[in-house]
């Protein structure tokens, strides 16, 4: 397969949006209009259940993991890894603006990068997913949680694997970008006004 075919793949891929396809396949709505209109698995949770969001958590992931594993093999040359690297940013690109929505946002891409990273670098991934979870444990909010593992991923990659490496350089914009797409999050945790996680809402 020729690289730039597995870059267009991997956003495709990564574009399926597994939120909106459960809405209308289980409950026969469109989720960017229900609970927090957010297309990622803890919406999905609060207005359908954990069971459904548990599907779209894992398939989340999937789709930045299998790229990641699957094409850069593919590319056959002495640039694999950076390949690698590129078709998991394409694969959260696509989550994040998906081209079947008419490239609206489809989610804040922190499942699918934690899919993407668990492919690049499993143990810094699997330490920021523990500060995740910690983190949500005790404070409730998954938006915080998040925020805490962007910040954990780059510091744990760093510290395993290198600072000079493509995956910390990665590692650290994709951390930003989180940030980014959670910008309104953190205004409604600085107001005291972000929902905390366990709390459903159910679909009108």
């Known amino acids: 397969m020729a690289p730039l075919i597995g870059l267009i793949v991997s956003y495709l891929a990564g574009g399926i949006p597994a939120a ?44 930045g993991a299998l790229p990641v594993y699957v094409l850069a093999p593919w590319a056959s040359n002495v640039y694999t890894s950076y390949w690698a690297l590129a078709y998991g940013v394409a694969a959260i690109a696509g989550h994040v603006r998906s081209p079947y929505l008419g490239w609206k946002s489809g989610g804040k891409g922190v499942a699918t990068a934690a899919g993407v990273f668990l492919a690049l670098a499993p143990l810094p991934t699997l330490i920021a997913v523990g500060v995740w979870a910690v983190v949500l444990a005790i404070s409730g909010y998954v938006s915080l949680a998040s925020l805490a593992a962007a910040t954990t991923l780059p510091i744990a990659v760093g510290v395993i694997d290198g600072v000079r490496t493509p995956v910390f350089a990665v590692s650290v914009i994709v951390g930003l970008f989180v940030f980014w797409t959670h910008r309104g999050n953190i205004r409604r945790l600085r107001r005291g006004q972000e929902h905390r996680f366990g709390k459903r809402k159910a679909a009108a």
Request: glycine share 14%.
């Open 20 to 63: 909106y396809v459960a809405g209308r396949v289980f409950r026969g709505i469109d989720l960017r209009h229900h609970g927090s209109g957010n297309l990622g698995a803890t919406n999905v949770y609060r207005v359908m259940g954990w069971k459904i969001a548990t599907l779209v958590m894992a398939f989340d992931v999937a789709k």
